[in-house]
Nanobody, 112 residues
Framework: QVQLVESGGGLAQPGGSLRLSCVAS????????MGWYRQAPGKQRELVAD???????NYADSVRGRFTISRDNAKNTVYLQMNSLKPEDTAVYYC??????WGQGTQVTVSP
């Protein structure tokens, strides 16, 4: 059974940084595309960034140049480095493995 556990969320000031981690268990991530999504209150869940099994990354326009997705297949972990945070980045951030498996989410709040 696949389990994804996100961590690293919390409170940050505008302009600050956070690093999210998503540790997978139950199945190797090496052959899967992995993604980070977010959902703000009252809004639909949206793609933040994803990364192919080969390491090619794709970003939402709203985060390109500020966020970096990466993966460590040996640790079965995917990361999201978030820099230059803005209040509009406030949301619950979810990890996704392939097209099927989701984590429970981690809250990111950006506020003075």
């Amino acid at each position: 059974q696949v389990q994804l556990v996100e961590s690293g969320g919390g409170l940050a000031q505008p302009g600050g940084s956070l690093r999210l981690s998503c540790v997978a268990s139950g199945r190797s991530i090496s052959i899967y595309a992995m993604g980070w999504y977010r959902q703000a209150p009252g809004k639909q869940r949206e793609l933040v960034a994803d990364i192919t099994s080969g390491g090619r990354a794709n970003y939402a326009d709203s985060v390109r140049g500020r966020f970096t997705i990466s993966r460590d297949n040996a640790k079965n972990t995917v990361y999201l480095q978030m820099n230059s945070l803005k209040p509009e980045d406030t949301a619950v951030y979810y990890c996704r493995q392939g097209s099927t498996f989701w984590g429970q989410g981690t809250q990111v709040t950006v506020s003075p």
